[in-house]
């Protein structure tokens, strides 16, 4: 095996070089999967057959001249990406023979930069879970310890980058679904400024927080694909009109005097004491590196995980509704009428935890809880967002934990609904507020990875991503890889 | 004691646009089930709606055109509820802050005078699609072709108190909406749909009784004949002690009477909240003014420059500005005669009525204002009498286009030449010396009477082209 494990940005001086040609690598890749998917379930789907279509397209291409940056280098979208002509299932029954007859925009986008597409991940249904269990299709599992989740909602697409499965995977995240799972697998995860990448066909949980970013073994890595994601969009009012930068050549850019905010609220008790530990270091690795620490407070950091239960059901509530057996989806067999249709379709088609959000979002918006709830909801969340601008107008960057914990264990019975929110304690705040945010590889504990999390200012994607670049080149957490059994 | 009806209305118009509110699909009604549709309006997953700003634009001419103010931020909200012909299982629809907002509008009623209606509110939404109970038998279809067509929802503050007053309005309303072109108002074809919301109380009352809403009544006829129904329905439940129940109810006009439907969607929560997909509308003073200059003459203020004007009467200029083709058609005609009466006359009279026997519109029609002008002129300069203008006017009707040439070959200039009537009338007396004694011999009343055949053997002798107010005239001084 040549290819797991490398850089994007490795695997594009291979391929300029001609070192390996994309059939290479995509066989490779798409061999790894066949090879350790069984164990990790981390992948939902794969197209073998157009894969390796694609990767002679891109050789060909690059024999005649095209030398995009991403050309020919092997991927996963994340199964809420709408595929045209592959299944996307959002990891339901609902959607399980669902075939898009449209590509996502980003989808799109990486598709004419030239990678190919190797499957669909893994990810919590619709993508409401922190651990990837609430998948129709399975569980997926950490590389780093097969007993224990790899987080979610972006699991699949965290677990598969961790092993190696493929260089890079997209992801989504609404309340910290790449950063929580980029934490637990450790790898490192983006998650753009609300509008900074399209949000068309790509399937909607919650439309105020949704964002998809990438999701690999670097920020070199994230910077060279955000590059070929972000950008406006006509199919999304949403999107931002604003230009993209270039990432990827702001990433050696000082950092020298750069203030890193550190909330107090972060290292609440919410926090575990190693993973803790582990931050501390990392923060006291950015000081070394010329950033200067600065002690800030975000007082409603509390309010956040209520807050986002009240927005992002609401919001699910109705953005599910289209999922009704009618025109396309899980149909209950032999409905007696329309009420049973409805009824049986959407009982039988959604797992537990999706039915549980839409009826927590139907009853936050019923007229009579609407003012007590979603609309306190909403005032909260400016609140916090408010919070989050003054604090940024002091500080360039605040930096903490991703998640509260490591991977925790499969099944973990112990492990309340609550609790299961309370995964998103730390992420929560950046959707709330729109801002982009990331998570890297910060330090190992107990044998299972730590994240840090980097949120930067609105549209201040360089600033992340050049903290988090210079970081990783003077630690090597990002290099850690996880040992797997290849079954030949 | 006697029961007055209070009523609101809820008019739901077409917008005019090329496509869909939120998709690119077509707006264009009649075609094969499901053929104007595309991801969006079927809501497919990860779909994602873009403002059609053209519909915008048009909820703001009718804004300014009822003289309402513009909501310079509107939002889109998202209405829930399930319904097979509803796709997203939410309509996006405008709830908290809606485009137009509080307005007056002027209704003219037929006798004339001003009824002033107060809109309280128009906001955008999207239609949704219908279910097609015929097309596969035992088994219900939905065709989402007109899922996403823009409609702006037109609320009135419950003003009407009679059956008229609706009518009127609902006729004033579909005259602004074709003058501001911003809808076809076509209510055969679902382009403007009428809820009324009706209650009773007792005259003198100042409460307001318990309501029922009457669902989408699809023609003026059928609007009175339902407020009827609803209104005696109300009247004896009332009378008898009971209470009205709170519900919508459906107008089945072949039997005469009003159905409930769906009543439990009154107890319906639709769970309103800002739809997260769209950005707040912004309209500026400048977008505003832009539209105000564009706007056309409005029936209101044509028809008060009618009746000043041009000298009609208010019975009159109301049923030419009823709509923007008659009225263009109107002073096109009356422009070029320079005779507003007679032009008014006759598009009020033979054509409307040819129109009416015909079913077709003005603009169907083969009659050009110029040639009905022309006739008009040939009216008034003594070529034509009033009798061959029917025969040039139907033969204009028939196709033909050029006043003159018909009277040309018909042969129907009429006789004002005084010589040859002078000859006409000598002869005349000379060959019928009894009944020139007779007249002579008689009183005036009794002359009145006889001159009759005079002017019947004259036209005779013209062939029916003398002029009748110069024959009459000469045959008085020659008789005398």
Request: net charge negative; glycine share 8%; with cysteine.
């Amino acid at each position: 095996m040549t290819s797991s494990f490398q850089t994007v940005a490795s695997l594009r001086s291979k391929l300029a070089n001609r070192d390996v040609s994309s059939v290479e690598l995509t066989r490779d890749a798409l061999a790894r999967i066949s090879d350790l998917n069984p164990e990790l379930n981390a992948v939902i789907s794969s197209s073998e057959e157009n894969a390796m279509k694609a990767a002679t397209q891109a050789d060909e291409a690059r024999e005649k001249g095209n030398d995009s940056p991403l050309l020919g280098i092997p991927m996963l979208h994340k199964d809420i990406f709408c595929t045209q002509g592959l299944p996307t299932t959002c990891a339901s029954k609902m959607l399980a023979n669902f075939v898009a007859p449209y590509d996502a925009t980003v989808v799109r986008r990486l598709d004419d930069a030239g990678m190919i597409t190797l499957g669909k991940s893994n990810m919590d249904e619709f993508a409401m879970g922190s651990s990837n269990e609430t998948s129709y299709f399975g569980a997926c599992k950490n590389p780093w310890d097969t007993s224990r989740v790899p987080g979610g909602s972006s699991g699949g697409s965290a677990s598969a980058v961790a092993a190696g499965l493929a260089p890079l995977a997209t992801g989504t995240d609404t309340g910290g679904s790449i950063r929580q799972p980029a934490a637990l697998c450790g790898i490192t995860g983006l998650k753009p400024t609300y509008g900074r990448v399209s949000r068309y066909g790509m399937i909607a949980f919650a439309s105020s927080m949704d964002q998809a970013g990438p999701m690999a073994r670097t920020a070199e890595d994230c910077a060279l694909v955000l590059e070929a994601m972000a950008g406006a969009d006509p199919l999304d009012s949403t999107c931002a009109d604003q230009s993209v930068p270039r990432y990827s050549s702001h990433l050696t850019d000082t950092i020298e005097g750069m203030r890193v905010g550190v909330p107090k609220e972060f290292f609440s008790s919410d926090l575990n004491s190693d993973v803790a530990a582990a931050i501390e270091a990392s923060l006291a690795e950015l000081e070394g590196m010329g950033a200067k620490l600065v002690d800030v407070s975000l007082p409603s950091t509390s309010l956040g995980v209520s807050t986002y239960y009240i927005i992002a059901p609401a919001e699910a509530s109705a953005n599910l509704s289209r999922y009704d057996g009618v025109r396309y989806g899980y149909r209950c067999e032999n409905p007696v009428d329309l009420q049973d249709l409805y009824l049986r379709s959407r009982s039988e088609g959604f797992g537990d935890e999706v039915k549980r959000r839409i009826l927590v979002g139907a009853f936050t918006l019923s007229a009579a809880s609407y003012d007590e709830y979603f609309m306190k909801a909403q005032q909260v969340r400016r609140l916090i967002a408010q919070e989050y601008d003054d604090v940024l107008s002091q500080v360039d960057v605040i930096a903490g934990p991703s998640a509260p914990n490591t991977a925790f264990a499969l099944n973990d019975s112990s492990k309340s609904i609550t609790d299961m929110y309370m995964e998103d304690v730390f992420t929560i705040g950046a959707n709330l507020a729109g801002l982009p945010a990331m998570s890297i590889p910060a330090g190992l504990v107990g044998g299972l990875p730590v994240g840090m999390q980097l949120i930067g200012r609105r549209f201040g994607e360089v600033d992340i991503l050049k903290l988090a670049h210079q970081f990783q080149q003077r630690t090597t957490w990002h290099n850690l890889t996880p040992t797997l059994e290849e079954r030949h | 004691m006697r029961w007055e009806k209070v009523m609101g209305l809820e008019v739901h118009l077409q917008l005019a646009t090329q496509s869909k509110i939120f998709s690119s699909s077509s707006t264009t009604f009649g075609a094969d089930p499901n053929n104007h549709t595309n991801p969006l309006d079927m809501a497919l997953p990860g779909t994602l709606p873009v403002l059609n700003h053209e519909a915008v634009t048009k909820a703001i001419i009718f804004g300014l055109g009822v003289g309402a103010e513009i909501g310079k931020i509107s939002r889109f909200d998202r209405k829930n509820y399930f319904y097979p012909d509803l796709p997203k299982g939410y309509q996006i629809s405008q709830f908290f802050e809606p485009i137009v907002k509080e307005g007056v509008f002027d209704v003219p009623m037929p006798d004339g005078s001003i009824f002033p209606v107060r809109i309280l509110r128009a906001h955008l939404e999207e239609d949704a699609g219908k279910s097609v109970h015929d097309a596969i038998p035992d088994q219900t279809g939905i065709d989402l072709n007109r899922a996403g067509t823009p409609l702006l929802e037109v609320v009135t503050e419950p003003d009407f108190r009679t059956a008229d007053q609706v009518v009127a309005y609902l006729k004033a309303l579909h005259a602004l909406v074709t003058y501001l072109g911003i809808s076809d108002g076509n209510m055969a074809e679902g382009s403007m749909r009428c809820d009324v919301n009706l209650s009773l109380r007792l005259e003198g009352e100042e409460e307001y009784g318990i309501r029922t809403e009457l669902k989408n009544i699809n023609s003026f006829r059928f609007i009175e004949r339902a407020i009827y129904v609803e209104a005696e329905r109300q009247q004896d439940i009332l009378e008898s002690g009971g209470e009205v129940t709170q519900e919508t109810r459906l107008f089945d006009p072949d039997a005469d009477e009003t159905r409930s439907m769906r009543s439990k969607e009154v107890a319906n929560d639709y769970r309103y909240f800002p739809d997260p997909d769209l950005l707040p509308v912004v309209v500026d003073d400048t977008t505003i003014e832009r539209i105000r200059a564009e706007l056309p003459e409005l029936p209101a203020v044509k028809r008060a420059r009618f009746t000043d004007q041009l000298g009609l009467s208010q019975y009159d200029a109301s049923l030419l500005t009823q709509d923007r083709a008659t009225a263009e058609f109107f002073e096109a005609v009356s422009a070029r005669c320079n005779n507003p009466k007679s032009a008014a006359n006759w598009i009020l009279g033979d054509v409307s009525a040819n129109l009416n026997k015909s079913g077709t519109t003005l603009n169907e029609s083969p009659l050009v204002a110029e040639t009905l002008a022309d006739l008009i002129i040939r009216i008034d300069d003594g070529t034509l009498s009033s009798k061959m203008a029917k025969t040039v006017f139907d033969a204009l009707w028939d196709g033909s286009s050029d006043v003159d040439e018909i009277i040309e070959q018909k042969g129907l200039k009429q006789v004002s030449d005084t010589g040859a009537l002078e000859t006409i009338v000598n002869d005349l007396i000379a060959n019928n010396p009894a009944q020139v004694e007779q007249y002579r011999a008689a009183d005036e009343g009794k002359q009145k009477k006889l001159i009759g055949f005079f002017v019947g053997q004259a036209m005779k002798a013209s062939k029916g082209q003398a002029n009748p107010q110069m024959l009459n005239q000469l045959l008085k001084e020659k008789l005398s």
